[in-house]
């Protein structure tokens, strides 16, 4: 069974920094793409960043480009979105989601809230 536990989530004021973590058992992370998505109230789910399992090649939403940064620790099978210079905008439940081989694998979230 796969399985995705996001954590890292909390209230932070502007400007600051949180780290995001998504732990993936069931499945090798190396051989799949990651991405991690948000959505905050009222509004659709959106895609803050990705990585090709192809070449790990990046990509950014324009709203969090130069700000956030995704990675990976494949030793500990543990995806990251680590998020700088945070906004009252970027306030949303995040998710993590792997893809690969037909399949697409979604954790359940976790808030974070940005303050003014």
């Known amino acids: 069974e796969v399985q995705l536990q996001a954590s890292g989530g909390g209230l932070v004021q502007a400007g600051e920094s949180l780290r995001l973590s998504c732990a993936v058992s069931?499945?090798?992370?190396?051989?799949?793409?990651i991405g991690w998505f948000r959505q905050a109230p009222g509004k659709e789910r959106e895609g803050v960043s990705c990585m090709s399992s192809y070449d790990r090649s990046t990509f950014y939403g324009d709203s969090v480009k130069g700000r956030f940064a995704i990675s990976t620790d494949n030793a500990a099978n543990t995806m990251f979105l680590q998020m700088n210079s945070l906004k009252p905008e970027d306030t949303a439940v995040y998710y993590c989601n792997v893809r690969g081989f037909g399949h697409v694998y979604w954790g359940l979230g976790t808030q974070v809230t940005v303050s003014s």
């Open positions: 069931g499945i090798n992370l190396d051989d799949y793409s």
